[in-house]
């Protein structure tokens, strides 16, 4: 018994001195509580959320992953509200593309550089020939007579593959040519096909600025895609002057 009396002494008196000495105990972490979710109170509530979902869904499959939403939502308070805005529709719709543009070509940039390789080493290779906006074509059979302007339309056997091989494309596949005006294609094949004279046959190496673009054409053309091409000219339907000529 008294040796339990002692330690309870020794304890109150090693207690009494850390507390004369300054020494404190550990403090304990506050709790950190979560902040309660929105309340939906009415229906204006449950659409602005609805909106705000369907405006962040869109933009976020086009690659848009951060927003400063301080500043989205100074744009729509302002608007609604009548205030002043800092810039103009026209200004507006300039920046929002920019800023896709950019997004676009930085998923694009691997793609875009292979194809920059490529072109660099085959333009060195004989029978290819550079025109001035960058398209390379190799002639495969050559003819003589009537090239196609920019107003007539072109009838054309082609196949298209990327620099990887997959071929996206080939009329003879589809049983029939290709029958379209010679402005409505893409501009690597507005330029080519006006070198062309009926049956023959090109090969062009066609840059993404004048195919597809940065944007491509999903699913089978990634943007920012070196285009390759056989065409075989066919026919070419002439434009009509006024006077029937």
Do not use: H
Not at 62 to 89: A, E, W
Request: net charge positive.
């Amino acid at each position: 018994m008294k040796k339990i009396i002692f330690i309870l002494i020794s304890t109150i008196l090693t207690l009494s001195l850390l507390a004369q000495n300054g020494v404190k105990k550990p403090a304990t972490k506050p709790v950190v509580k979560k902040p309660a979710p929105p309340v939906l109170k009415n229906m204006l509530d449950s659409a602005s959320y609805a909106i705000g979902l369907s405006v962040a869904s869109y933009y976020k499959q086009q690659g848009v992953n951060k927003l400063n939403s301080t500043i989205l939502t100074k744009g729509i308070n302002d608007v609604l509200n009548n205030k002043p805005v800092l810039f103009d529709d026209y200004t507006a719709n300039n920046l929002m593309n920019n800023f896709m543009n950019n997004l676009q070509k930085e998923k694009s940039i691997a793609t875009i550089k292979e194809g920059e390789t490529f072109l660099k080493i085959n333009k060195t290779k004989p029978g290819v020939k550079t025109t001035a906006s960058g398209l390379q074509y190799e002639i495969i059979k050559d003819t003589t007579g009537y090239k196609p302007n920019a107003a007539d339309t072109f009838v054309v056997e082609y196949s298209g593959k990327l620099l990887n091989g997959f071929e996206f494309d080939n009329s003879r596949n589809r049983g029939q040519p290709l029958t379209m005006p010679v402005s409505k294609v893409i501009p690597g094949w507005i330029e080519g096909l006006q070198l062309m004279s009926i049956g023959c046959k090109y090969k062009f190496y066609v840059p993404y600025e004048l195919g597809y673009g940065i944007y491509g054409n999903e699913p089978d053309i990634p943007g920012g895609s070196l285009l390759i091409f056989e065409l075989e000219l066919l026919d070419v339907k002439k434009q009509k002057t006024p006077g029937g000529q």
